[in-house]
């Protein structure tokens, strides 16, 4: 992460992980990640919940 911060200091960092991954969640949480907010993405015709998720400064 600080490689990153560091090659794109104004540039925010952020993903995207479905809600029901909750392994992921954790470790992006334990290295800096917030969950920004929740939203419906339709996959195979089905909608499929997931996080935004932003590292905090």
């Known amino acids: ?10 540039q925010t960092v952020a993903l995207e992980v479905r809600s029901f991954n ?3 969640i954790n ?3 334990k290295v800096g ?6 939203y419906l993405k339709n996959i195979s015709n089905e909608d ?3 996080y935004y ?3 905090e400064e």
């Open 1 to 10: 992460m600080n490689n990153c911060k560091k090659r794109f200091p104004n």
């Open 22 to 24: 909750q392994r992921a």
């Open 27 to 29: 470790c992006y949480k």
């Open 33 to 38: 990640f917030s969950i920004k907010r929740e």
């Open 48 to 50: 499929v919940k997931f």
């Open 53 to 55: 998720m932003e590292l």
